[in-house]
């Protein structure tokens, strides 16, 4: 791709550099700790399933149960191995007899570690296979089926029933749609565990749950195959239970998770503490499992002025970036978030739009750019929004953006009707089509306000990560220096499932998962 | 005046009664669809039925766009409608309003409750920044305001409200879906009765699908909906929290 | 099917009713008039009246959009609609049709009759050229047409149908403004009547606004709508000319 | 303005050297020959006015009577300055003693022709003059409440009753229309007169009367003082009454005029050595009058495929073009017609709709051209109706155009109701002002698809044009070289209004336009 505005590549440099120097810390803070729902991860890449006669799932069962003992420090795979050891059972089994309450983990008495470790990597090693059969066996269908070209058109579904779910997911297909991500019900990101079984009741979205990627993975694959092209599947890695849905995920071959290292923090009011180690293994889940990430800086747009607060999104982006690399993902798989949020009534705000989109495209050529739609400044006047998406989906194929979710002209009012989706699927249809190839037939003046529009934009973004880089990201965050909103570093959700690794900290997941990778610390 | 007797839709001339109208069926789009979709616009009340465009929308489902004229008429002399402030004051009025009338510092306790994490609304009308021009109630020198963020508990904004003897609770819902908002809100006040705290407070519910006739149905003294300025909701208390004292 | 019995229009899952209803009324925006807007939208059957947009739109007019849900049903499962052509049939098949079941060339005229201009449609129907890939009447071997074009009154239409010994008089109503199709396509048949010659010709009308039963309606044996092809049309008259011989 | 794409400036000359010999022929017939309407439209220049007792106008009457002795050739301003001469009453009086019936004008004896000339001339001064202070008043009046910024937002109304029109006027213009234009009723093209008096039933539009251009302009001189911007009034002079209506629109202030040298011909099947005459007459009123013209190109995009048959469009430009500089108007009078009729379906269909409109608007630069919206693909889908017409208004302001005709989302359904009108001007508000300044941030690449399809097109023109400079503009025709419709020469309606000048032939309002024009011939 030729470049369309200038970079001052020195300055992406700056801004390269500054990110890599806040996630050092943040790194540290990762190694030394681990947390709850990291280790419901573990146990559920062991292979564990199910939920107890309370309807508790079993690896929080278990987990719990090592943490109130005060001996999660050694990771729960350990004590998972040890249990192995001593009865001879498999990880499922023991899993079920905990649930039943017959015994209590640490009550086994202790097996030799070495032992122990052996027994769990071999069961890792399957986990660790499973994921990789699945990546292999989306990579074949790939190549069978080939996606459309990009920008790929990105649709919701969000009944709250898995079943009409799959309906509107079905029709999206048929029309054209790409990608299709299942919105989860409203406060299942605060929720420290994962819901088990098909569920039919939810609030906005539907619940994420091992079934319902299954029955939705299925319903694709075959709504794919009748189109011709493989269709994405896309669901939340985020919120309390972040590693633990990747893991889902990635057995259940989906193709994108939403996935960020701060959006939590920010949106949800999770712990900071919590979230940056949660995110970490989520993305090694993520990498190995060939998963594309969608980053959410968008967000920040919704509570703060995109003409403003334009440079936070890419300062982010960098953020997100270098935390990425840092837990094995390719530059291929970061699809990094950004937005079209100006307000629709500002003069030229279309070219600013413009040069935001171009100047991300450009600094991260590779990176599959997701592209959200207008959403703040959308009202109940569903003609100004359908138009208003019109002139997002222009944006995003004059500027090569890889990833577009789209606009519904009910953004306003309601989560979409099967007619919206049509709609809004019609629409980038059009445009993409009717102005293919634009892209390469325009340039942008020199001096014009395009470039000078993204230049700035480029230069707050560094002059705000170098000034990061002196108090650190978890002051920053305290600060209320992204999205206008301050947490405190002690505060929020999730703290409590906070554990700093001891001396023999085990987990076999993050040692397989790094070299598999060629992460070296 | 007498044409506003039975005041229909207006196309292009007077009492026309022509509407749009669209939506989706789960039938493929032919025929039959069709006049599925022409009867239910006869049972709606329209005359001359024109199916303006019928398109399959994947899986089953076909989309209809409809126009016609409408036959009922409203009588638009004779309406009246519940209104939570009928005049507005200016952040100066108001809060000189306090110092004549009231004569101490008021108190507004807001929260985004249950599970709804939109802020945006709340923070429009409590934080100093305000909002479309208007000064939040946190910059008015008279009103002390704690705004408890996001996916606020309904017990915890009463302790809360208790706990720094508020004089209003301000709650915002946006959240709408399958009624989320109507549970959510009586249960904040099922609460309040069943501890005999109703009357403590004046009790204020904002979003933009909130009206203040809903909520007086739900037994709220008050609702605002899209728009709402600061001042407005600051005009509201202080004027109530007069009549009260 | 037992669920097509009471079949409503389908938001985001089966029989919720959700519609979307826009019109204008010739008030000022306001609470007044959303009120007006929605009880007008409760005349319709509508639940859950939701008004998402309101706004001005000058001179004292305000327009308003709607959602809600529907509360009428109608049964699917009884819907029976009639059609001009049960099976249309290629452009070979007609030809052979022809030759086998009619031994002569048969003969078409077409116009828009009375202040019509809109040539587009009928040509589309009866030129060489034709639409969406079928083509026209005039290039089918075995049928011979004489298209009149535009404003053509009826009389003169009846006049060239007699002097050519017509089987069939195509007339193409796109304007449909104030009825005047309507009227247009009444006076056309009272006419022929009047002289006895409603009989003598397969008597078709189409434009987008046309359908099979108003054509019917009217008196006409046949009406074609919106994305008609040309061998729609020419299957039609193959096939009721038979009937007729 | 620079230039954004590269024009064979030799091309272009080439097709205007060709126009002029084309129209070259054309003068001559115009020359020799006059019509029924233009010698009415001298009778209402003289102040003649109202209708007989069977609702005839008198113009028409006493037109008529000349005509049925044989005598039009002298020219009906010498059989009216004839009469004022034996009656020495003024020419008010005398129509409609002759619509009483109380004599008739050949009857009268014939008096000394200059004398005779001499009394007609004085009275053709003053109507001249009224021209002239109408044309003035709107120069002031433009002055005070300059209009808005180009494009101009043009809609229209077509209620059929002038009062609901008035109405809708009004609110089009409160929500920022620059331009109303009063649609006729269907059939108005093809009456012979022009009916009288304030009308209420109109079907698909309103009739043109002089009594509903002073109620219309007067709403809108009221409504554009409120709105703080002059509002520009449009009808149509063209038809059977063409010049007709240029003179009740020079007297009534109307603005512009929708006028072309051959849509009647093409499109209402007027016979064209009648059109010819009264195109240049009407042009002429309009020129005096400071009218701006609309000519009808976009029209053949409806009949034919707009790729295919861009040229003809350009090629029609060009012969408009040179008629209207032959009949008077300056360029910045002519309103060039174009249309963004390309099917949306097409792929890169944008790129071509901007290369047809950048052409146009580089090679008229003084020219306001009035861009016309899609029509033809335009669907009972409103929600892509009211997309298409997005883009069509990016279109437009991308590429400078003069006058945009606002595209309704009901385009395909019904003439405009209050709110369709509204949310098209929202439209074109939010478009124009949210890429306001675009066209001068982009370039478009050298030899792109956009430069080559706009090369190809004006290529195609000149070839046109030069093989219409050796057959004639009216074999052309005849050979249905424009808009895929053929008509004979001799065909059509309005024929018989055509006759050919006497010797004597005098039309007082001829030569003092043309003195006024500095026309020379
Ligand atoms: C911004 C936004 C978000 C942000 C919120 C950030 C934040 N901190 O607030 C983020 C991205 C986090 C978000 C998330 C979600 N959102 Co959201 N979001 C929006 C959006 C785009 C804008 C809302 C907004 O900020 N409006 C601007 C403010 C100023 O307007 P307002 O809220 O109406 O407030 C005004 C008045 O209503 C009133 N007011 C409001 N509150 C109060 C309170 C009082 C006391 C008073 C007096 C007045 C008052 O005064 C304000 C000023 O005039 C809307 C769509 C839209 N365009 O409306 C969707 C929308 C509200 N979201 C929606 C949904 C479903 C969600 C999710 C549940 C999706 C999911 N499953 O993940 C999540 C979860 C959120 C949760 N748990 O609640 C739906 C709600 C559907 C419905 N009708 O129920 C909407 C309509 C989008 C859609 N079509 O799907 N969202
Ligand atoms: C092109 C066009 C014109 C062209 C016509 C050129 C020509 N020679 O035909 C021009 C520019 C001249 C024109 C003028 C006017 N038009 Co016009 N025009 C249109 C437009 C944009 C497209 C129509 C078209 O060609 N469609 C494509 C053809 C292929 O589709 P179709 O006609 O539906 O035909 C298909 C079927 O219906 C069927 N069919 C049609 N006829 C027949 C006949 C038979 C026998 C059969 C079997 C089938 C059949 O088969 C065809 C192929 O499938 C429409 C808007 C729109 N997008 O629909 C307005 C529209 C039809 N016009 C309209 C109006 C009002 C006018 C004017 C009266 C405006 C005025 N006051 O000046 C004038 C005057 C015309 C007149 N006297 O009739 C209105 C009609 C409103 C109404 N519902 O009454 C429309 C809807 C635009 C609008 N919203 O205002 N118009
Ligand atoms: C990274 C990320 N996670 C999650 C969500 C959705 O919110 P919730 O956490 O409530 O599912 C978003 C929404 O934009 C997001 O960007
Ligand atoms: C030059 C011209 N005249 C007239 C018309 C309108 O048609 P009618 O002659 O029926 O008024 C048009 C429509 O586009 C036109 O372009």
């Not at chain 1, 470790?117 to 089926?145: C, D, H, N, P, T």
Request: proline content about 3%.
């Amino acid at each position: 791709m030729e470049e369309k505005i200038r970079i001052s590549w020195d300055v992406v440099d700056r801004c390269r550099q500054a990110a890599r120097s806040i996630t050092d810390d943040i790194m540290v803070h990762i190694h030394e700790n681990t947390t709850t729902t990291v280790e419901r991860t573990v146990l559920r890449l062991m292979g564990i399933e199910g939920s107890d006669e309370q309807g508790i799932p079993l690896a929080n069962v278990m987990v719990e149960q090592i943490n109130n003992s005060g001996l999660l420090g050694d990771g729960v795979a350990f004590w998972l191995g040890n249990a192995m050891q001593a009865t001879d059972e498999g990880p499922q089994k023991i899993a079920e007899q905990v649930g039943r309450g017959e015994f209590a983990l640490p009550d086994l008495p202790r097996q030799e570690p070495a032992i122990v470790r052996q027994k769990v990597a071999e069961v890792a090693e399957r986990g660790l296979e499973r994921i990789k059969k699945k990546r292999a066996e989306r990579e074949s269908l790939m190549k069978e089926l080939p996606p459309g070209p990009q920008p790929w058109l990105y649709v919701i579904v969000a009944t709250g029933n898995i079943y009409e779910d799959v309906k509107q997911a079905r029709a999206a297909v048929e029309k054209g749609a790409d990608i299709i991500a299942v919105i989860r019900s409203t406060a299942q990101s605060l929720l420290d565990y994962v819901p088990y079984g098909p569920t039919t009741e939810g609030f906005g979205g539907t619940y994420a749950t091992q079934e319902n990627f299954r029955i939705m993975r299925e319903a694709l694959d075959d709504g794919g195959r009748e189109a011709g092209r493989y269709i994405q599947l896309v669901n939340y890695s985020s919120g309390l239970c972040m590693p633990e849905i990747a893991a889902m995920g990635a057995v259940e071959r989906l193709d994108m998770m939403l996935n960020d290292s701060m959006y939590g923090i920010l949106f949800r009011d999770i712990n900071m503490k919590r979230t940056f180690i949660d995110q970490h293994f989520s993305r090694m889940i993520n990498a190995v499992a060939g998963i594309t990430i969608n980053t959410g800086e968008d967000n920040y747009l919704t509570t703060t002025d995109a003409l403003d607060e334009a440079h936070t999104v890419l300062a982010s982006q960098f953020i997100n970036e270098s935390l990425g690399f840092k837990s094995g993902l390719k530059t291929q798989q970061m699809g990094l978030g950004h937005a079209f949020e100006i307000d629709p009534d500002l003069e030229d705000g279309f070219l600013f739009e413009i040069a935001q989109a171009q100047l991300i495209r450009q600094i991260f050529p590779h990176a599959p750019i997701k592209y959200m739609p207008p959403t703040k400044y959308i009202t109940g006047d569903i003609f100004r929004a359908h138009l208003i998406n019109g002139m997002f989906n222009l944006a995003g194929v004059m500027t090569g953006q890889g990833i577009q979710l789209l606009g519904m002209l009910t953004e306003a009012i309601h989560t979409p009707f099967v007619q919206d989706r049509a709609l809004s699927i019609e629409n980038a249809r059009y445009i993409f089509n009717n102005a293919r190839d634009l892209q390469d037939e325009i340039m942008f003046v020199p001096y014009g306000r395009i470039q000078q529009r993204a230049d700035e934009v480029l230069l707050k973004a560094a002059s705000m990560l170098e000034s990061i880089t002196e108090k650190g990201l978890m002051q920053a965050i305290e600060d209320g220096m992204f999205a206008n909103i301050s947490r405190p570093q002690e505060g929020g959700k999730g703290l409590d499932g906070l554990v700093k690794k001891g001396e023999e900290y085990y987990n076999p997941f993050s040692d397989m998962f790094k070299e598999e990778l060629s992460i070296h610390e | 005046m007498n044409e506003l007797k039975e005041l229909r839709p207006y196309g292009d001339s007077f009492n026309d009664g022509k509407i749009q109208v669209s939506f989706s069926l789960p039938l493929d789009a032919g025929l039959e669809a069709q006049e599925v979709a022409r009867q239910l616009a006869y049972k709606m009340g329209l005359e001359e039925v024109n199916v303006v465009d019928m398109k399959n929308i994947g899986e089953g489902f076909s989309f209809f766009i409809i126009y016609g004229k409408l036959k009922y008429g409203v009588d638009a002399s004779q309406i009246r409608v519940a209104k939570a402030v009928s005049r507005s004051m200016s952040y100066y009025e108001i809060n000189d309003f306090i110092r004549e009338h009231i004569g101490r510092k008021i108190l507004v306790v807001g929260a985004c409750t249950g599970s709804d994490a939109h802020t945006v609304g709340l923070d429009a009308i409590m934080n100093m920044k305000g909002f479309a021009g208007e000064y939040g109630l946190e910059r008015y020198p008279e009103i002390k305001t704690v705004n408890m963020g996001s996916q606020v508990a309904n017990e915890d904004l009463i302790k809360k409200a208790m706990e720094v003897n508020a004089d209003a609770i301000l709650i915002s819902q946006v959240v709408t879906q399958k009624e989320a908002h109507i549970k959510n809100l009586t249960e904040f006040v099922d609460l309040l009765e069943a501890e005999g705290l109703r009357d403590r407070f004046l009790l204020i519910v904002g979003g933009p699908r909130i009206s203040h006739e809903l909520a007086l149905e739900l037994g709220f003294d008050a609702g605002f909906g899209q728009g709402t300025k600061p001042n407005d909701v600051a005009s509201y208390i202080v004027q109530n929290l007069v009549k009260k004292v």
